[in-house]
């Protein structure tokens, strides 16, 4: 719930309290609003120390020259699907629509095949994966963009929910993750929530986080209910912003899941990085009038987020990804996810992978830290990685990469059905039910992100 801007009081002992007080109130919001949108607009390195938590709120961006290059020319082809309802003046499809990002994809990926899984030679049929797409109504009538890989042969060993980042799709990068965890034999399910990527609503609109989460499991509940899935472990995913999703999720149904997969998860602003208190009081006021403004200044995620100089440039051309400094209501919705999660880490109970780059920019390891050592679950376990940034699974060199899917697989195994098989004394002779190495399965399955993008790497 919002606090109310009328209720306001000076912090206890304030220097500034006592002049503020003989200040007319309605003066003093008019006052601080008008700070606020300064501050907001013009005055980022006045609060430079506070200003990195906004980097969690913030996604990988596309390049806008690379939209600008596919719908170039009013007359091409291309651009005959645009109408005013899609396409600005300039024949760039409005990202704030679902049909915009939707065509955006299109387009995009007729351009760059080397994103494209469904092209040669790094197709999902070649690997032996069955991905589908799907458009499902929910039961709050939005339109939700799902899509799913499971091996063609075999039984899978588990079923993973995909939980995204702020302002990402599971389409692009995260469908190179889905691929990897469905080669190492699991069956895996990804959704756009509302307002993100292919589904339905105004893009990376937040108004309420709450209802998101409820959108994540309604759906993934319907998955895991079917038939054929009937007694495999269920496991979330979650990455970033997409750990707290994860979180919420347990925290509202927790015996819905049989364990978790946390990697760089936002589940507390670091007090370093919180914003000063009358920034949010005036965050507060401004969201409660303007709530969809995108007034939250924005730092570049591929810069601080991707070690690795030349991933880096993959990471920027998500075709997708919300562009744009974040909406206040959107902002404001994870402020006070985060504080809510905060104040119940004690609760989470599920098995636990807690993942984290050790010089994380983006959120703070050390948050992930006291997740674990707060978490009621007698089953967790923390790996932090030495020098390693928050893009553990896209931004980090290849031996990183390769280490943190290893680490993934093996947890996997371990709390799937895979674990029902007789195994040789040592972890590194592990097999799965197809009687694959652990070792060589996680090769497989680091292969597909290490090589994501780079048949003609964008230049």
Not at 83 to 98: F, L, S
Not at 189 to 200: A, F, I, R
Not at 224 to 249: H, T
Not at 374 to 379: E, F
Request: proline share 5%.
């Amino acid at each position: 719930m919002l606090i109310e801007v009328a209720g306001w009081v000076a912090p206890h002992g304030s220097v500034i309290s006592t002049w503020m007080a003989s200040i007319p109130r309605a003066l003093l919001l008019l006052v601080l609003l008008l700070a606020g949108a300064l501050i907001l607009f013009y005055g980022r390195p006045l609060y430079s120390s506070a200003s990195t938590w906004r980097a969690a709120l913030s996604a990988v961006p596309p390049l806008a020259w690379m939209l600008s290059k596919a719908f170039k020319g009013s007359n091409s082809p291309k651009n005959k699907s645009c109408d005013k309802r899609t396409c600005a003046a300039d024949k760039i499809p409005n990202q704030d629509t679902v049909e915009g990002r939707r065509l955006c994809r299109s387009e995009f990926y007729r351009l760059n095949k080397q994103f494209d899984y469904n092209s040669s030679p790094h197709n999902d049929k070649n690997l032996g994966l069955k991905a589908m797409e799907t458009l499902v109504r929910n039961s709050r009538g939005l339109e939700i963009f799902v899509k799913s890989w499971v091996a063609v042969e075999g039984e899978p060993s588990g079923l993973i929910f995909l939980c995204h980042g702020y302002g990402d799709t599971i389409t692009f990068f995260t469908e190179g993750l889905a691929r990897s965890l469905a080669l190492a034999g699991y069956a895996v399910y990804g959704m756009d929530y509302p307002g993100h990527g292919l589904s339905e609503g105004l893009h990376t609109y937040i108004p309420d986080f709450d209802k998101l989460v409820d959108d994540v499991i309604e759906q993934y509940a319907m998955i895991k209910g079917r038939p054929e899935f009937e007694g495999l472990p269920c496991f979330l995913f979650g990455e970033s912003m997409g750990g707290a999703v994860a979180l919420k999720a347990h925290l509202k149904n927790p015996s819905m899941w049989d364990g978790a997969i946390l990697v760089a998860p936002m589940c507390k602003i670091a007090e370093t990085m919180y914003p000063p208190w009358y920034l949010v009081k005036i965050m507060i006021a401004l969201a409660h009038i303007i709530p969809k403004a995108k007034l939250v200044p924005n730092n570049n995620i591929a810069t601080i987020g991707c070690r690795d100089l030349e991933k880096r440039k993959i990471a920027s051309v998500n075709p997708v990804a919300y562009v744009g400094n974040p909406r206040l209501g959107t902002a404001l919705s994870l402020l006070q996810t985060t504080d809510d999660i905060a104040s119940k880490l004690h609760e989470v109970s599920l098995p636990l992978l807690v993942l984290h780059g050790a010089a994380d920019q983006v959120t703070d390891p050390s948050i992930s830290q006291i997740l674990f050592e707060k978490a009621k679950s007698k089953d967790k376990t923390i790996q932090l990685y030495e020098d390693a940034w928050h893009c553990l699974l896209l931004g980090e060199p290849d031996d990183v990469v390769k280490r943190v899917m290893k680490d993934i697989i093996s947890w996997l195994d371990t709390h799937s059905s895979v674990s029902k098989i007789a195994k040789p004394e040592s972890e590194t002779f592990e097999q799965d039910s197809r009687g694959t190495k652990l070792e060589e399965r996680a090769a497989i399955a680091a292969e597909t992100l290490i090589h994501f993008g780079k048949l003609e790497v964008v230049q």
